[in-house]
């Protein structure tokens, strides 16, 4: 049974081994298949890139096309605009010169209006006086006459009954030519006034005729000019939505050549970018090959190991095989051994002999969990005694910590310096110093939200008062904006007019550099036209040769057809490629198509002819109906000219009527006239004052605009030293973050390797840990000691640093995380001893005076004059302007960067830092030596906790060599416990032989008793030899005790090997997937350097093809502005 354990065993084994191996190899195949499938995914991916390069490539040549297209579209429409521009300036310019002298008209027509109007009043006064004057007389000679009247008739009325008829009737007579001769002068009286009348209403209409003769010339010329004016604005309106629209396309043009320039630039980057990360990506090459030689060795080395391990395998497997075939041979014998022997006597010793192979069992069991127990308790104490060390050591931190913090207390607060180690939790000192922290920003809150109350009645108060200044101020400045307007359009025509000097300057700079390139080609295609002349000429002698002879064919043909025979001569020219017959043919049919036109002619002629009569005749009727339209206008006219004159008279009538208007009106006017005389007075009173203040704003105007544009350049010059700074930053931050990334990898590998070294270390190391965990106490409280020094080291750096410190704020771009700008203020004279609050109030006071600072604006303002100077002369000569432009540019920003190094002294550069940092005798020079001979006796003594990487690979090397080491010698333990198991067997088998002759003589004895015809010595030699058989068979089953004994122990010790041949063959099998995966990233990495540099090819060609396209580009846009 013990052999058939075995061979079961063994059989086991080496079935694990054939799955092992048919798993490495599935795993070999999968690996493959991964392998080939990513490299179709990385060629697929590569397709797709390429692809879309070249749409990218397409998009931008297209873009750029486009972009070339607008410019120029962009070039003609401003010019377009800046001549409708001009244009529209004369327009206006010849506006309003007609506008003065028609004003002029209108004053001239006014003067003479109000003298008419003088004129015609003071005929009138005459007429009333003359009349009054007439009245009067009538008025008296009428009373005269009625007083005589009365008297006759009373005389009458007396004198009745005398007889003095005659003398009545006399009277009588004489009274009535009395009465007569008053009435005829009367009625000459009232003709005289009716002439009077007359003449000065003829008079007056004859000027008033005149006055609205001019009125209407005036109105006509007026109506015109509005006219005229009317239209101009309607042009002007036109041209200004033109010009909006234009300024709308340009926006836009300007917007899509931004995005293009962006795009562009984008490119560009993205094109220093791939150059950048090209360079890093070789020197990763370079290490990488580097590392690949490193590992190449290494692999070279596994493999021949592999190799030998191999070979070892395959005659491992032999044996395997050959004890195998002996097994199956010793198998059948023992079934039939066992058979026959352990049938009948030997059942209770097999049950005995199990029984008391339990009982060993247990026993060694037993022993196996004393000895377990044992250690146990004794790793119980050392946890304790660890325990109790660890325990002593927070004590003595905690108090440590505690002594720190009383020692340097300041101002009430502590330091929190080892709250920094984040492995221990905080004490309850440091709690404490937290919350009289807390209180006293508590308080410092509470007294700055009360200042913030006074501040805002303050600012309240400001603000009312500052109302009231403003509204006294509006007054003014309705007077100062168009002062103001008028200075804006002027200076943003200067502006526009400067930007379009700028880009004309920049475009003549670009447009010479391309006629010197046009005029290169402009010489190549100069050789070229020549050649291509000579050639043309050549050419066209050629064709006027074919044409010459074609001519001559064809007016011999026409001739012919002209005069309708046939005169045959001999082929000349083309006529030699012709038979007679085929000739003939070509005649019919052109004479064919001749006829057929004739005839189609004959029938178009007879259709136009057909037309021109119809087209006569609705001529004739169109004549009729005009005749008879024009009649009927006339009559109309006619009828218009009697209705004009009827209006004409009532026009006149109530021109009358208007005439008594206009005089009342003339004296309100006279008034109002008076009033506004006394106005203009005190308005140019005003004006005065107005002036002089204008002037005064004038003064100040040129001084804010010298501080305008000074500041301007100044801004300029400070931006664009600015930008390229913080993008050097961005770019030093990205590669930090990779240089930071490539350490925290650096970092996760040396981990690694350390764990495989405490993995694969001995157990005599854990033993001599106790020995050196004294040794480490006092390492342990030096570093503790650092610890706490470090911390208030940094500390008072910090203090110091937040007295020294002037800067204000911090920006951080939204966008790149993580990279901020500093911005300091200037003339601080530091922070010192103070409270919060009044230290936040100086802050707040020196950050208002560095913003309305005179000495800075006067350091700008004096550092700018020799650029200013230039801009301002630059229309002159624009390349002389450009040198001495940039050199008076250098020479103010020198002086700008020497007077703000005046200013900001105060503002602690990071140079100073570093080079106390780098002084032999600093702080931080000692504590790096001190720490530095620590790290050195540490190592000599063996207790430094972190070895450096070289030493732990050399010892990492050196445990894989003992291991294979030990592999070779266990292989060879097992060799030669294979080689005493044979043994063992066939001394097995020989012991099995002896027992069956025993049986064969017992059943001989047994025929004897049966015969019983034995005799006495013969029975005598039979029990001798039954006792030499019995004593044989005892020895024999001792020796199988034994033998089964040491199959016991050589089973155990096979099981133990096998467990760690389990152990050492998951180690290898690990370290063989380690070591493809290394060979699978390797082969990766190469395979992306090759793709990488195949890239890298393709760029470099593309942009070749580019620069040759944009050359090209270039050309073909020198030819079309040419």
């Not at 005839?599 to 037309?611: D, G």
């Not at 109906?625 to 004159?645: G, L, N, T, V, Y």
């Not at 790149?816 to 103070?834: A, P």
Request: net charge neutral.
């Amino acid at each position: 049974q013990l052999l058939q354990n075995t061979n079961v065993s063994e059989l086991d084994t080496a079935e694990d081994l054939r799955r092992k191996l048919c798993q490495a190899k599935k795993e070999k195949l999968d690996l493959t298949i991964k392998h080939n499938q990513e490299l179709s995914n990385y060629e697929s991916q590569m397709v797709k890139l390429r692809l879309e390069i070249e749409k990218g490539e397409a998009v931008r040549q297209s873009l750029e096309y486009e972009l070339a297209i607008a410019r120029k579209d962009a070039r003609l429409k401003m010019y377009a605009a800046e001549e409708e521009l001009s244009d529209a300036k004369t327009k206006l310019v010849q506006l309003q010169v007609l506008n003065e002298k028609l004003q002029q008209k209108v004053a001239e027509t006014e003067k003479t209006f109000h003298i008419a109007q003088q004129k015609w009043k003071e005929q009138q006064q005459r007429l009333v006086s003359e009349k009054d004057d007439i009245r009067r007389t009538c008025s008296s000679e009428y009373e005269l006459l009625l007083q005589e009247r009365n008297k006759l008739e009373s005389v009458l009325q007396i004198k009745r009954n005398s007889g003095l008829l005659g003398k009545l009737s006399s009277l009588s007579v004489s009274v009535n030519s009395g009465v007569k001769v008053i009435c005829k002068g009367r009625c000459l009286i009232g003709k005289c006034i009716k002439a009077r009348k007359l003449l000065a209403s003829k008079e007056q209409n004859n000027a008033l005729q005149n006055m609205c003769k001019k009125m209407k010339d005036v109105e006509v010329e007026h109506n015109g000019c509005t006219e005229l004016l009317r239209r101009q604005a309607t042009e002007l309106e036109y041209s200004a939505e033109r010009e909006e629209r234009l300024k709308k396309e340009l926006e836009a043009a300007t917007v899509r050549i931004k995005k293009l320039e962006e795009n562009i630039e984008a490119e560009r980057a993205a094109h220093l970018e791939s150059k950048f990360n090209s360079e890093i990506i070789q020197l990763r090459i370079r290490d990488l090959e580097g590392a690949l030689q490193v590992e190449k060795a290494s692999q070279a080395e596994a493999l021949s190991d592999l190799e030998m391990i191999k070979k070892e395998f395959k005659e491992v497997e032999n044996a395997y095989e050959r004890e195998k075939h002996n097994a199956q041979e010793n198998l059948e014998k023992l079934n039939v051994l066992e058979r026959e022997c352990f049938s009948t006597n030997k059942q209770m010793n097999e049950k005995i002999e199990e029984k008391k192979k339990v009982i060993k069992d247990l026993s060694e069991r037993l022993r196996n969990n004393e000895k377990t127990c044992r250690e146990l308790q004794e790793e119980l104490a050392m946890a304790k005694k660890h325990q109790v060390f660890l325990t002593e050591t927070y004590e003595n931190n905690m108090r440590e910590l505690e002594l720190l913090l009383d020692s340097f207390a300041m101002s009430g607060q502590r330091t929190a310096g080892t709250c920094k180690d984040k492995d221990k939790p905080p004490s309850l000192s440091v709690l404490e110093t937290l919350r009289c922290t807390l209180t006293a920003y508590q308080n410092k809150l509470e007294d700055t939200s009360n200042e913030l109350g006074k501040m805002k009645a303050l600012y309240e108060k400001m603000t009312k008062e500052l109302e009231i200044y403003r509204e006294k101020m509006c007054a003014l400045s309705q007077d100062l904006k168009e002062a103001h307007n008028n200075l804006a359009d002027a200076n943003k025509e200067l502006n526009h007019v400067h930007t379009k000097c700028a880009d004309s300057e920049a475009l003549i700079g670009t447009l010479k550099m391309e006629l010197q390139n046009v005029q290169q080609c402009w010489e190549k295609e100069q050789v070229r036209a020549t050649e291509s002349e000579n050639e043309i000429q050549k050419l066209t002698r050629a064709y006027q040769k074919d044409m010459e002879e074609k001519l001559t064919f064809l007016h011999s043909l026409y001739q012919r057809l002209v005069a309708g025979c046939v005169l045959i001569k001999q082929p000349e020219g083309i006529l030699d490629r012709f038979s007679w017959s085929e000739l003939c043919a070509v005649l019919q049919e052109n004479v064919d198509a001749l006829i057929l036109d004739l005839n189609r002619a004959n029938e178009k002629i007879s259709h136009l002819e057909y037309i021109c009569k119809n087209k006569s005749d609705t001529m004739k009727e169109l004549q009729q109906s005009q005749e008879d339209a024009f009649s009927k206008m006339a009559e109309e006219i006619k009828a218009q000219e009697s209705c004009w004159q009827k209006e004409k008279k009532y026009l006149e009538q109530q021109y009358s009527g208007l005439l008594g208007e206009v005089h009342a009106r003339a004296q309100e006017y006279q008034e109002t006239a008076e009033k506004n005389k006394e106005k203009i007075y005190v308005l140019e009173k005003r004006r005065e004052k107005l002036a002089l203040e204008n002037v005064s704003v004038k003064n100040t105007l040129t001084q804010v605009q010298k501080e305008h544009s000074s500041l301007l350049a100044a801004c300029a010059l400070l931006a664009g030293a600015l930008y390229p700074l913080y993008g050097r930053l961005c770019a030093m931050s990205s590669q930090r973050d990779l240089l930071q990334d490539q350490v925290n990898i650096y970092e996760l590998a040396s981990q690694e390797i350390r764990t495989l070294v405490h993995a694969l270390s001995d157990v005599e190391e854990n033993n001599q840990d106790e020995a050196k965990l004294k040794k480490r106490k006092f390492k342990g409280l030096i570093h503790v000691f650092r610890r706490g020094v470090i911390a208030v080291l940094a500390a008072n750096r910090l203090k110091v640093l937040a007295k020294s410190s002037s800067s204000l704020f911090s920006w951080v771009d939204d966008f790149k995380e993580g990279i901020g700008v500093l911005v300091c203020i200037g003339d601080s004279k530091g922070k010192r001893n103070l409270s919060s609050h009044e230290d936040e109030q100086i802050h707040c006071v020196e950050a208002l005076s560095w913003f309305t600072s005179s000495n800075l604006l006067a350091a700008i303002v004096s550092s700018v004059t020799e650029l200013q100077d230039v801009v301002n002369k630059t229309d002159a000569k624009p390349w002389l302007s450009g040198h001495s432009l940039v050199s008076v540019a250098r020479n103010s920003f020198s002086k700008l960067m020497d007077k703000l190094n005046v200013i900001m002294e105060t503002v602690p550069l990071d140079s100073s830092r570093s080079i106390t940092y780098l002084e032999e005798d600093s702080l931080v020079q000692r504590l790096a030596h001190g720490l530095h001979k620590i790290n050195t006796q540490a190592l000599e003594a063996g207790l430094c906790d972190r070895l450096p990487i070289m030493k732990i690979t050399a010892s990492l090397q050196k445990q894989i060599f003992e291991f294979i080491q030990r592999l070779h010698t266990a292989e060879v333990e097992r060799c030669s416990l294979r080689l005493k198991l044979s043994e063992f067997r066939w001394n097995f088998s020989e012991m099995k032989k002896e027992a069956d002759k025993a049986q064969n003589l017992q059943e001989q004895l047994n025929m004897f008793k049966q015969s019983k015809l034995i005799i006495h010595e013969r029975f005598e030699s039979a029990c001798e030899e039954l006792n030499n058989a019995l004593h044989r068979e005892h020895q024999a089953q001792v020796l199988l005790n034994e033998q089964a004994q040491q199959l016991q122990e050589l089973n155990n010790k096979l099981e133990l090997h096998s467990s760690e041949e389990a152990d050492k063959n998951q180690v290898l099998s690990e370290t063989v997937k380690r070591l493809s995966e290394a060979k699978m990233e390797l082969r990766r990495k190469d395979q992306s350097l090759r793709q990488l540099n195949r890239l890298l090819t393709q760029l470099e060609q593309d942009k070749r093809r580019l620069k040759e396209s944009i050359h090209d580009v270039e050309s073909a846009l020198c030819m079309a502005v040419k």
